[in-house]
């Protein structure tokens, strides 16, 4: 393994243990703690720092490894396995997009946002399959209520913080190199 190899496994893995340790934080807030989406950051951070790939498996193992140590979320089929495939998905077109597109704040946030919808495309996708593509059991409003209306409050953490932090880490390496 190179060095960067190394330094991205390392640093994947600190971002899966942020990933697995938040949500007790933000479950302390009953009202708003689920709807911060807590997960979602160090997922998004892992594509953006470490690459499309490293973030693909973060995403895709943290709600899978909570679930089977704290039982959360919960029921493991199909809430779990919807977000494991979300956040993969936010993990690798975050840290994909960002490689490929010019290293300048607008096209920072076309990747977020391209993510972030990208994972909830794919979370409501994978949604339907659970029930058994049945329409009626996920419905149009159920997909709403849990892509965007729910996240509402993460949604807007997650653009207001991935930018800055994103930014913060690249000038720091620039700085340092």
Same mark, same amino acid.
């Given at each position: 393994?190179?060095?960067?190899?190394?330094?991205?496994?390392?640093?994947?893995?600190?971002? /899966? +243990?942020?990933? =697995?340790?938040? %949500?007790? *934080?933000?479950?302390? $807030?009953?009202?708003?703690? &689920?709807? @911060?989406? !807590?997960?979602?950051?160090?997922?998004?951070?892992?594509?953006?720092?470490?690459?499309?790939?490293?973030? /693909? +498996?973060?995403? =895709?193992?943290? %709600?899978? *490894?909570?679930?089977? $140590?704290?039982?959360?979320? &919960?029921? @493991?089929? !199909?809430?779990?396995?919807?977000?494991?495939?979300?956040?993969?998905?936010?993990?690798?077109?975050?840290?994909?997009?960002?490689?490929?597109?010019?290293?300048?704040?607008?096209?920072?946030?076309?990747?977020?946002?391209?993510?972030?919808?990208?994972?909830?495309?794919?979370?409501?996708?994978?949604?339907?399959?659970?029930?058994?593509?049945?329409?009626?059991?996920?419905?149009?409003?159920?997909?709403?209520?849990?892509?965007?209306?729910?996240?509402?409050?993460?949604?807007?953490?997650?653009?207001?913080?991935?930018?800055?932090?994103?930014?913060?880490?690249?000038?720091?390496?620039?700085?340092?190199?």
């Amino acid at each position: 393994m190179k060095k960067t190899s190394i330094q991205k496994l390392s640093l994947s893995a600190m971002l /899966l +243990a942020v990933a =697995f340790v938040l %949500p007790f *934080l933000t479950g302390q $807030i009953p009202q708003i703690g &689920a709807k @911060l989406c !807590p997960m979602h950051l160090p997922v998004l951070l892992c594509g953006y720092l470490c690459s499309g790939p490293w973030g /693909l +498996a973060t995403g =895709f193992i943290a %709600p899978l *490894l909570r679930c089977f $140590i704290v039982g959360m979320p &919960a029921p @493991l089929f !199909p809430k779990a396995i919807a977000m494991a495939f979300e956040l993969a998905t936010y993990g690798f077109v975050s840290g994909t997009l960002h490689r490929l597109l010019p290293k300048k704040r607008v096209y920072l946030y076309l990747s977020l946002v391209t993510a972030m919808l990208s994972g909830r495309l794919v979370w409501g996708f994978v949604q339907l399959c659970c029930v058994g593509l049945d329409v009626t059991r996920f419905t149009l409003s159920a997909f709403w209520a849990g892509a965007v209306v729910n996240a509402l409050p993460g949604i807007i953490v997650q653009l207001i913080l991935i930018p800055v932090l994103v930014s913060a880490v690249e000038r720091y390496k620039r700085k340092n190199s």
